[in-house]
């Protein structure tokens, strides 16, 4: 059986995972683990999912060499900065659509009032009417 090298601090734990496979846990002691959540800003959360959905994590985490909560902050951080880009895409898309209709809401008016806005306005001073 292969071991973990153990490091000051840390326990080494094997047991069978939800696939009956074998599965080796680091377990840190407990000032340990609140030094590391502390310095990595972490808040432990409790969350319910489906079993299927948690075996495919496992699967997908042991693929890349990751333990399946690291892989799980991973999709999560990724899908809320995802989430946030967007907003801010489309939050810009909007305010460019406001400025072109109220641009041309100014273009409209201007042009029903017969006078011409100061940017398109001739160099040359108008004639008056004599009366």
Not at 14 to 37: K, M, Q, Y
Not at 47 to 66: E, S, T
Not at 71 to 76: N, S, Y
Not at 98 to 124: M, N
């Amino acid at each position: 059986m292969n071991k973990l090298p153990s490091e000051p601090g840390t326990v080494a734990r094997e047991d069978r995972g939800a696939g009956g496979g074998r599965r080796t846990s680091v377990l840190f002691e407990p000032e340990l683990e609140a030094a590391l959540d502390n310095a990595l800003d972490l808040h432990p959360i409790s969350i319910r999912l489906q079993k299927n959905l948690i075996d495919n994590l496992r699967a997908l985490a042991q693929l890349h060499g990751l333990g399946y909560q690291p892989l799980i902050r991973q999709v999560l951080t990724r899908w809320v900065n995802s989430e946030l880009k967007q907003m801010v895409v489309r939050r810009a898309n909007e305010a460019a659509e406001e400025r072109v209709v109220r641009s041309a809401q100014i273009r409209s008016s201007t042009a029903k009032s017969g006078s011409q806005p100061s940017a398109g306005r001739s160099a040359e001073p108008r004639q008056r009417k004599a009366a």
